[in-house]
């Protein structure tokens, strides 16, 4: 069975720290789909990312960045130079391929960043 | 400004009421699914909509009544709702062949 495991209840950071996301995940699927989303204080997830497990490629948007790891199961995100508009909390999310879009979500990651 | 949109925003109903949710995108997806979040926890998949059609029910009780009328709405109705159904309900919706779900920002529901 799949799991996503958020270890990070809750993070706080002053504004510009960078701050980093974990997330392990646990699959026996070969094909599956990582993602993060976004939840703002507003309740809209918002979607971030998604990766396939066939590319490990790391992947930089902006102040956002993305580690995927296949022989540690984790797909870690970084916040760099954080912003107050980066609070909100974080989903790490897997999909298996033969899941459908069925979304197995990590506990979630509450952040902080004060001013 | 989210794609999905979700009306109410938030309701408050009593356990012999019925009420019902509705969520409307128009980016022509064809899969809508409805999620229930408690504080403070990640949401739960309650149906999932293909076509127009349920294909997945989470074992949700049937107090909970889905409804698909066409491919850009899905109605939530309730019914003797009990006070843990107090929640956010999310609505979803994804493109044919891709992962990603959009979702909307929620009704939040207060059953007294």
């Known amino acids: 069975a799949q799991k996503v495991t958020q270890a990070q209840t809750e993070i706080s950071v002053v504004e510009k720290e960078d701050v980093t996301l974990d997330c392990v995940y646990e699959t026996r699927d070969t094909t599956y789909y990582l993602f993060w989303y976004k939840q703002p204080p507003s309740g809209e997830l918002v979607f971030l990312i998604r990766r396939n497990s066939f590319d490990e490629q790391n992947e930089i948007s902006g102040r956002y960045s993305w580690n995927f790891q296949k022989s540690t199961s984790s797909f870690n995100f970084t916040i760099t130079a954080s912003q107050v508009v980066d609070s909100a909390v974080y989903f790490c999310a897997l999909s298996e391929d033969n899941a459908g879009n069925m979304l197995t979500f990590g506990g979630g990651t509450r952040l902080m960043v004060k001013p | 400004d989210t794609e999905v949109t979700q009306t109410p925003k938030h309701l408050v109903m009593g356990m012999t009421n019925k009420k019902s949710l509705k969520c409307e995108q128009h980016?022509?997806?064809?899969?809508m699914y409805w999620y229930k979040q408690k504080a403070k926890k990640p949401p739960e998949l309650m149906f999932v909509?293909?076509?127009?059609?349920?294909?997945i029910n989470e074992s949700v009780p049937s107090r909970f009544s889905p409804e698909c009328p066409n491919s850009s709405l899905l109605n939530l109705h309730l019914h003797a709702l009990q006070p843990e159904d107090s929640a956010l309900y999310l609505c979803?919706?994804?493109?044919?062949?891709?992962?990603?779900?959009?979702f909307g920002e929620g009704s939040r529901l207060t059953v007294l």
């Open positions: 909509y293909s076509y127009e059609k349920l294909s």
């Open positions: 980016m022509g997806h064809r899969a």
């Open positions: 979803a919706s994804s493109q044919e062949g891709y992962r990603e779900l959009f």
